[in-house]
T-cell receptor, first 111, second 111 residues
Framework: GENVEQHPSTLSVQEGDSAVIKCTYSDSASNYFPWYKQELGKRPQLIIDIRSNVGEKKDQRIAVTLNKTAKHFSLHITETQPEDSAVYFCAAENTGNQFYFGTGTSLTVIP | SAVISQKPSRDICQRGTSLTIQCQVDSQVTMMFWYRQQPGQSLTLIATANQGSEATYESGFVIDKFPISRPNLTFSTLTVSNMSPEDSSIYLC????????FGPGTRLTVL
């Protein structure tokens, strides 16, 4: 099965700085990599995703990069704001359409 | 995006009893999934609910403990059987055509 590792587990940044979260996966056949943001007591919300035929995708202050050869992908948040504080999860979808999640990163943006 | 509802939103149950959680999607989807998320932890896939066939369970989860129904393309149930305090967790369903969206979760406490 797929094994997804995520680092760091906690991350604190000053407001306005950038935050980077990294994930690796084990199954080279995985082809879809979403990122979810989960605020306390809420459901995970899809914030950005990338498919294996693309190396980078950007949506305003959020970007995701994918290196299929190395089997790792990263989330980049620029100009961080206090409302970006949450737990972020990466995931990898296998060929059976099942998602396997990383262990999560608790991001704190300090005003 | 799919709109997913779950009920109950929370419940407190006695040891040895069973609870059935319902998940409703506002559109027809091929696959629905059930996850468990313990406090401060990541999401662990329990099973894939397939319409017209038996659910597919992940390692560590068995049908006798977590029976699943999928009577049509918009609905699924997960039963947590013969509960113990270790089953206390948040249970989430997810579904979607390309991206996966989550229900709000069911917070289960077993006394």
């Amino acid at each position: 099965g797929e094994n997804v590792e995520q680092h760091p587990s906690t991350l604190s940044v000053q407001e306005g700085d950038s935050a980077v979260i990294k994930c690796t996966y084990s199954d080279s056949a995985s082809n879809y990599f979403p990122w979810y943001k989960q605020e306390l007591g809420k459901r995970p919300q899809l914030i950005i995703d990338i498919r294996s035929n693309v190396g980078e995708k950007k949506d305003q202050r959020i970007a995701v990069t994918l290196n299929k050869t190395a089997k790792h992908f990263s989330l980049h948040i620029t100009e961080t704001q206090p409302e970006d504080s949450a737990v972020y999860f990466c995931a990898a979808e296998n060929t059976g359409n099942q998602f396997y999640f990383g262990t999560g990163t608790s991001l704190t943006v300090i005003p | 995006s799919a709109v997913i509802s779950q009920k109950p939103s929370r419940d407190i149950c006695q040891r040895g009893t069973s609870l059935t959680i319902q998940c409703q999607v506002d559109s027809q989807v091929t696959m629905m999934f059930w996850y468990r998320q313990q406090p401060g932890q990541s999401l662990t896939l329990i099973a894939t609910a397939n319409q017209g066939s038996e659910a597919t369970y992940e390692s560590g989860f068995v049908i006798d403990k977590f029976p699943i129904s999928r009577p049509n393309l918009t609905f699924s149930t997960l039963t947590v059987s013969n509960m113990s305090p270790e089953d206390s967790s948040i249970y989430l369903c997810s579904a979607g055509a390309n991206e996966q969206f989550f229900g709000p979760g069911t917070r289960l406490t077993v006394l």
